[in-house]
């Protein structure tokens, strides 16, 4: 049952390794500001999500738990409103759609 | 080599990168920004100190550690005063440097 | 140890990179960068307490009073770009502030071995307190005058800026009204991290007494949260004449003193807690001082005041 | 496992790192916080494997508050932003 939970962990902690790099590819490769907030916000949310997934899987008590899902719940919401009002610096006259 | 040993000769060199800073930059907000800089390399090496005397089940000796948590209390309202004298700098005379030939 | 060794030269990547970028606003990025990986470095050197204190204040509300300042002054700035010192003094002042280094290095490793610690005392004495934290009890018992002296101080910053505002606004209101977004994204940001925020700085302080956390990280959660509600314009800055703000501000500090007085009389000497009472005492000493600190610390990065006291 | 979760820790902080190039590239502020909330995740990610390979359970409290904090420092930016222009106009 433990071998198969720390699977588990491993497979999603290496899923959510990956979108790290692939956000840090972005960041780095894309050529203006609102594509690369697009490929940031992916990196937030699935490579905190994926890690917090693998951690979920090893955490002890409800309460840890639960933690664990509001620290990606948080970023998840409050990533996607920042992007968003920061979209809206990036472009002072504001985004039109 | 600890890993005591290592954080504390990080802290020696960001105390000498902050210090650096300190002296070199013209503008107020750099300095406070190197000020604060210096402040967490010093801080570093009461960890690090801290973390040498680990004993009695403790991962770091408690005390170093609480004064820490002290020094950052007091420098953020060192920080949070020097902030303000600034920006009313900036209100009265449209400038944010020191200098006297600006 | 290969991971010690790349956070620790992240860490003075990161440094160098706040004293040697041009842009003062990169800079303070940098900076907030710096105080995110410090918190890493303190759950590596087993100092949670420290991790929390370094995330929330030595980050996060010094981050966000240092993002703000840098925006405003953004202005001025491009005025002031070239003022490079001669290469003389550069090369001067890289002498000596290799030497401080070189000489703070060498402490460290002369370090005395075995290392000193206090750890072995303060268990024994935790136990007297009723706590479970040893930190918390360094803080509140041990070395209950500095964490005395240290709310005084804060309100002695507070009262320096205060002084700063000019006169047709002295006792008004700092910062200006925030509008609500006309499309709600700040409004609908700050609902709904805000009572997380709450919930999470109470936590912390509460936990404080048995595991890491405490009074300055609870209380720093609580005031970056009411910055927020303000920034947000759910609620506006109170004019800083307000009797009840004054007595918020001075409760925690008038309080821990009135116990640490009694102390003379019930137990001998100053700060000193009745051993059975101790930990209530604590808590009696821990709440109003943290909302007390809670609202310094917001006050702090609030600002002198700039709008003359409303009706 | 603890190992497992040890290199993962340190992979994830190092790709970010990466990313703080963006930092010195700029060439906008929006750029640079970004890459500062890039880091942001990346240093939460690599804190809770951190803390759960090394068993502190107080990790998951220091996440929480860098969670709220960025969010914090982020808002910050945006008003300041707004209010420089304000201040400019």
Known sequence: MSAALNGLTILAVCAGAFFFLAGTVGLLRFPDTLSRLHALTKADNLGLGLVVLGLLFQAEGLLAALKLISVWLLALLAGATVTQLIAHTARPSGPQA | MTEATLYGLCSAALVGVGLFGLIMHPQPLRKILAFNLIGGGVFLLFGAVARRGAAAGLGGDPVPQALVITGLVVAFAATALAVALLLRLFQETGRATLGSDG | ?311 | MADFLFAAAGLVLAMVAAGLARILWGPGDADRIMAAQLLGTGGIAALLLLGEATNVPAALDVALTLVLLAAFISVAFVKGATRSEADGA
């Open chain 3, 1 to 311: 140890m290969a991971f010690d060794i790349g956070l620790a030269l992240l860490v003075l990547g990161v440094g160098a990179w706040t004293v040697a970028a041009r842009d003062t606003f990169a800079a303070v990025v940098g900076f907030v960068a710096y105080g995110l990986l410090l918190a890493l470095v303190w759950v590596r050197l087993a100092a949670p307490d420290v991790a929390l204190t370094e995330a929330a204040l030595g980050s996060g509300l010094t981050g966000g009073l240092l993002v703000s300042a840098s925006t405003r002054l953004r202005r001025a700035e491009t005025r002031a770009v070239d003022e490079r010192q001669p290469a003389s003094l550069r090369l001067a002042a890289a002498v000596l502030c290799t030497l401080v280094s070189a000489g703070v290095a060498a402490i460290v490793l002369l370090l005395p071995e075995p290392a000193p610690t206090l750890a072995p005392q303060a268990m024994v004495n935790m136990a007297a307190t009723g706590l479970g934290n040893p930190v918390t009890a360094v803080l509140m018992a041990y070395r209950a005058i500095d964490t005395l002296l240290e709310t005084v101080v804060l309100l002695l910053a507070l009262v320096g800026i205060w002084s700063l505002a000019p006169d047709r606004v002295w006792g008004g209101v700092p910062d200006p009204r925030h509008q609500a977004e006309p499309d709600g994204r700040l409004t609908f940001i700050a609902q709904l991290l805000v009572p997380v925020g709450i919930l999470v700085g109470i936590h912390i302080f509460w936990v404080g007494s048995v595991a890491p956390g405490g009074e300055f990280q609870g209380a720093t959660i609580l005031a970056a949260m009411w910055i927020l509600a303000m920034m947000a314009g759910l609620v506006d800055a109170p004019a800083v004449s307000r009797r009840w703000l004054r007595l918020m501000l001075v409760t925690g500090p008038a309080v821990f003193l009135t116990i640490g007085l009694t102390g003379f009389a019930v137990a001998g000497s100053f700060l000193a807690y009745p051993e059975p009472h101790a930990k209530l005492l604590i808590l009696m000493i821990e709440i109003p001082v943290t909302l007390s600190i809670a609202a310094t610390l917001a006050l702090l990065v609030a600002g002198p005041p700039e709008r003359a006291p409303g009706r």
